[in-house]
């Protein structure tokens, strides 16, 4: 499995924006798909984005399109969630997941994703 470790989070009123940062260690992190999870209290944990092993492909929940952008850099072992015009309902602890099974498509299913990050809490005030 890889280590992966997110920051990034933090308090941004309503209309802001943060970037969140996942980085990896441990194994070859292009030979990973990730993405970002999230999950707000008292709700289960979401599929927000993801991205293919080489950035080429990427995709997004409804509720981030437009508004979130997945992007990867292999050489830094990193994957990245830039947040723009964030509203109170992006209120959450964000995880970023690793997914080493080879894939024809970007997977929004939990179980398809073998290492996770603790998580970085990202809170948006109105």
């Known amino acids: 499995q890889v280590q992966l470790v997110e920051s990034g989070g933090g308090l941004v009123q309503a209309g802001g924006s943060l970037r969140l940062s996942c980085a990896a260690s441990?194994?070859?992190?292009?030979?990973?798909?990730m993405a970002w999870f999230r999950q707000a209290p008292g709700k289960e944990r979401e599929f927000v984005a993801g991205?293919?092993?080489?950035?080429?492909?990427?995709a997004y929940a409804d509720s981030a399109k437009g508004r979130f952008t997945i992007s990867r850099d292999n050489a830094k072992n990193t994957v990245y969630l830039q947040m723009n015009s964030l509203k109170p309902d992006d209120t959450a602890v964000y995880c970023c997941?690793?997914?080493?099974?080879?894939?024809?498509?970007?997977?929004?299913?939990?179980?398809?994703?073998?290492?996770w990050g603790q998580g970085t809490q990202v809170t948006v005030s109105s």
């Open positions: 997941a690793a997914d080493g099974t080879l894939r024809t498509q970007i997977p929004i299913r939990i179980k398809a994703y073998d290492s």
């Open positions: 991205i293919t092993r080489s950035g080429g492909s990427k």
């Open positions: 441990g194994r070859t992190f292009s030979n990973y798909a």
